[in-house]
């Protein structure tokens, strides 16, 4: 882990929940931390064979079977129990380890890209000296081969608790078919470890924005616009009106924003407006004020006689904040890092991640454990081969040497 980026704190060696670990951890660290340096090729190699297969966000179930099809064979690990669940937009893919009762641990990761059928054979993968490029190997191909690699290092034997590895087929457009089974199993878990990628400077992400999409419908009456004008109700004005008084919402000092990211409406220039709707896309630091901003508005009211509004919620992620849970989860891992002889970092961050579904019934969760590297969403996307390594070994030893947290550790009041 390298310097921390923009709006990180750095604990140098952490203040651990623990003691630090005994002989024997360290040891195991240092094991680790050797037999990821000697899979080296190995890990460039699992990389590169998961960003070489296509897995198209939201393109159904066909089109993501080739890269399920790879990871459950990457799955197949001996002493592990695999089940495939097939969906709409693909298959959800669990691996448990170790202990087949007890407190779990949850892995959490997705095989899904933003990146369309036929990029993985337009933009193949390449090694320029540190850096590994390619579609999605940094979110998150590199945080599925170190977290998978980690598992193979370990052996189940290795493993003090129940560990779920859960890999899911629709993150990037908002893990509809998978929330439910996300949720469910990181709710029965002592703590969950994602494999997004990490903050600049490799920091995990201990907070971030939540985001709300809502449809914002205004009613209207049609009549022609220059024969009788007065008989109709623009929906398109009364929409631009609401749309102001909503923009009101938004506070900069808080960071909360609400943007209007599509306007549809009206037949044609000599006609008033019968319908009219807007696409508004809403970030915010904390549930609370995602539920300021809910109610603010669904509290508008049409201000023409013969108008109405109307608002719809098409999809949420609650804010996941520093709760003493992530807190707590972070200062182990600080630990842990520190065994590796590594220094590691906290941060926000603005986007969202399956982590925001769970984070705020008190799950301790670790963010951001992919490996380092850039270019996210983006045709310079690429990752640090020293980071996957260290990465690796990270993962490896946060599941051998889990925190000492019980589910009833929640707090009451973050249900």
């Known amino acids: 882990m390298r310097a921390p980026g923009e709006g990180s704190t750095r604990v140098p060696g952490g203040e651990s929940t623990r003691a630090p670990g005994d002989e024997s951890t360290r040891a195991l660290g240092d094991e680790l931390t050797r037999l990821a340096g000697e899979r080296r ?28 099809d790879l990871l459950a064979g990457l799955l197949e690990l001996p002493g592990g129990r695999l089940s495939r669940t097939p969906g709409p937009q693909g298959d959800l893919l669990e691996l448990d380890l170790g202990p087949g009762s007890g407190p779990r641990a949850l892995v959490l990761g997705h095989y899904d890209t933003v990146w369309p059928y036929g990029t993985a054979a337009r933009r193949p993968v390449t090694l320029d000296g540190d850096a590994l490029r390619g579609p999605g190997v940094f979110d998150m191909r590199g945080g599925l081969a170190a977290a998978i690699t980690a598992l193979r290092l370990l052996g189940p034997e290795r493993l003090p608790l129940r ?73 398109i004005d009364e929409l631009c009106d609401a749309l102001r008084a909503a923009r009101g919402l938004a506070r900069a000092n808080l960071r909360t924003t609400l943007n209007v990211g599509v306007i549809e409406g009206g037949t044609g220039a000599n006609t008033v407006a019968a319908r009219a709707q807007a696409l508004l896309d809403v970030r915010a630091r904390s549930v609370a004020e995602m539920e300021r901003v809910e109610g603010g508005l669904r509290a508008l009211r049409p201000a023409r006689p013969g108008a109405s509004l109307d608002l719809q919620r ?65 045709e310079d996307e690429h990752l640090l081969v020293s980071s996957l390594l260290e990465r690796t070994a990270l993962i490896g030893l946060l599941l051998a040497w889990p925190p000492e947290l019980t589910v009833a550790d929640r707090r009451p009041e973050a249900d």
């Open 41 to 68: 090729d190995e890990l460039v190699d699992l990389v590169r064979s998961l960003a070489s297969t296509d897995a198209p966000s939201g393109a159904g179930a066909e089109a993501m079977a080739p890269a399920a």
């Open 163 to 235: 560990t779920t590895l859960l890999i899911t087929p629709d993150e990037e457009t908002g893990s509809a078919t998978s929330q439910a089974r996300i949720v469910e199993l990181a709710l029965e878990s002592v703590w969950s470890l994602v494999l997004e990628p990490p903050l600049p400077g490799g920091g995990l992400k201990t907070a971030r924005s939540g985001w709300a999409v809502y449809r914002m419908q205004a009613t209207g009456r049609a009549a022609h616009a220059g024969l009788e004008p007065e008989r109709g109700v623009s929906a």
């Open 314 to 378: 098409l999809h949420v992620r609650p804010a996941m904040e520093r709760t003493p849970a992530v807190a707590h989860a972070f200062r182990h891992a600080c630990a842990a890092a520190a065994l590796l002889g590594l220094d590691l970092a906290e941060g926000s961050a603005g986007g969202t991640s399956d982590a925001n579904l769970f984070a705020h019934h008190g799950v301790a969760v670790l963010d951001g454990l992919g490996p380092e590297g850039g270019g996210a969403h983006a």
